[in-house]
């Protein structure tokens, strides 16, 4: 049974969807079977994997709202090595749309019900903000993965995470666990990235992977080809990081 892990953070522009892209092709480098899912109107995801998010037939919209068997909406994208459900704009109509409809917070875990065991494990790319679409993952997930950037603010958009984590684990899935706190962007030269990464790892402990993932401009540069970074340029540190991330989860998952 695959496991699903959701990329989540309600902050924009911290790694998310640059993490959901590489850790994907990283693990699939590592010979595991993943399926990446966008669940943000803005595509990237999509985007980066090389999938043209307005020619796709369905989309995770489909999924979510139209009862699109899973299975056809997946993309298999070979030239990253996995495969991919895709957003595009249509899901930000997902959120009004499915205020009419039954268990609303359950659409993606059900829907990803038929198709989890084909895979080892499935990556969910959140949106920005804690709406009903990474409500959704959540509640899918058996994990969730959060991306920060070591800067004093992200602490206490933490805290507001952790907290939307234990109401989930209290209602509606109590067997979701953090999976780890990523450090993104991460500058060993600065003063604060230290003092943050510190006080993280103070409270967080082994919860804080010890993989770091650092600025790199091959990162920033892989998704305008479509690419995730190990294909780009994989002797890049940004892909290097990225492997060694794949491999840190993979050990932890054999302990
Ligand atoms: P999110 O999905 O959380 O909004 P993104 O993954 O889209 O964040 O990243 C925001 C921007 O920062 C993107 O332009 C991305 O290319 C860039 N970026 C992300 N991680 C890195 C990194 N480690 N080094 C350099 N640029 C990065
Ligand atoms: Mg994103």
């Not at 307005?54 to 299975?71: G, H, I, K, N, R």
């Not at 989890?116 to 709406?131: A, F, H, V």
């Not at 067997?175 to 993280?200: P, W």
Request: hydrophobic share 40%.
């Amino acid at each position: 049974m695959g496991k699903v892990i959701a990329v989540t953070n309600q902050k924009g522009g911290v790694g998310k969807t640059t993490t959901s892209v590489n850790l994907s092709a990283a693990l699939a480098g590592a010979k595991r079977k993943v399926l990446l899912v966008d669940l943000d109107p803005q595509g990237n995801a999509a985007m980066g994997c090389g999938v043209d998010k307005d020619a796709v037939q369905y989309s995770s919209y489909d999924l979510l709202l139209e009862d699109v068997p899973a299975a056809e909406t997946v993309v298999k994208q070979e030239s990253c090595g996995f495969s991919i459900i895709p957003a595009n704009s249509d899901l930000t109509a997902a959120e009004v749309n499915m205020l009419q409809i039954d268990r609303k917070e359950r659409r993606l875990a059900e829907a990803l019900q038929a198709i989890k065991d084909q895979y080892d494990y499935i990556l969910i790319d959140c949106p920005p903000t804690l709406n009903m679409l990474t409500l959704n993952a959540m509640v899918a997930a058996d994990s969730v993965l959060i991306p920060m950037q070591c800067e004093y603010y992200a602490l206490e958009g933490l805290s507001a995470l952790m907290s939307t984590l234990r109401n989930i684990q209290g209602s509606v899935n109590p067997g979701l666990h953090l999976e780890g706190i990523l450090r993104t962007m991460f500058d060993n030269r600065s003063r604060l990235t230290k003092d943050v990464s510190d006080q993280l790892t103070e409270y967080f402990g082994d919860k804080v992977f010890r993989t770091t993932i650092p600025r790199n401009i091959r990162l920033a540069e892989a998704p305008s080809h479509g690419l995730p970074v190990i294909q780009y340029d994989k002797s890049s540190r940004g892909a290097l990081a990225y492997i060694a991330l794949a491999g840190e989860m993979i050990r932890k998952e054999k302990k």
